[in-house]
């Protein structure tokens, strides 16, 4: 409790606007209603850890970094915390508040970047939306139905056609609505690959 004081009054004095909780269940609460950037939490908390913490927050808000706190740090602990997504890791009473200062920055600049990655992904799959695809001849409605029905599977797809018929759209069509959306759709010149490297490219 007096370390949430400390924290408070350290965080407060830097301009953050802080929410405190007087326990994990009313943690809880406060990420599902409000708009956090950043949780602090107790390792050790009654009612709930604050690793039960960590995982219930990440099942709720999975884009919020964490620190975990604790005056009982072992290795082994903050090893399950960063394996459970925690971003970072204070042993109360031996960090300098500079390094806690830091690490909250790091945190929220990392948050602010996650933020923007989701809304530029977010932007790719609307505009390589099925709905924003051109073409009403029953053969590009059938094309559609085969982008939705292949993009949620593991297939590996060959997409053909003479040039300009759209081939990159459908590729990129078929990854925005995948699974694999949150990774990069990389791209690949073949006609700039040597032929002897272009089977280790495409295939590995």
Same mark, same amino acid.
């Given at each position: ?101 830091? &690490? @909250?920055? /790091? *945190? !929220?600049? #990392? ?9 530029? =992904? ?46 990159? &759209? @459908?590729? /990129? *069509? !078929?990854? #925005? ?9 990389? =791209? ?17």
């Amino acid at each position: 409790k007096n370390y949430l004081v400390v924290l408070e009054a350290l965080l407060g004095a830097e301009g953050y606007e802080i929410v405190t909780a007087r326990d994990a269940k009313m943690a809880v609460s406060i990420i599902r209603e409000a708009d956090l950037d950043l949780l602090i939490t107790d390792m050790k908390m009654p009612g709930m850890s604050g690793m039960e913490l960590l995982e219930t927050c990440k099942k709720i808000k999975p884009e919020i970094p964490v620190i975990m706190m604790t005056a009982f740090g072992t290795i082994e602990n903050a090893v399950e915390a960063m394996q459970k997504g925690a971003y970072g890791y204070i042993q109360k009473g031996s960090t300098d508040p500079a390094e806690i200062e830091l &690490l @909250v920055e /790091r *945190a !929220l600049k #990392y948050q602010e970047t996650e933020r923007e990655n989701r809304r530029l =992904r977010s932007e790719l799959q609307e505009r390589y939306n099925f709905s924003n695809m051109i073409g009403k001849a029953h053969s590009m409605e059938q094309t559609f139905d085969l982008i939705g029905t292949v993009a949620d599977s593991r297939a590996t797809v060959l997409v053909t056609g003479e040039s300009g018929t759209g081939k990159e &759209l @459908v590729a /990129r *069509a !078929l990854h #925005y609505n995948s699974p694999r959306s949150s990774g990069p759709f990389i =791209r690949l010149n073949c006609a700039a690959l040597p032929k002897d490297l272009m089977e280790s490219e495409l295939f590995g």
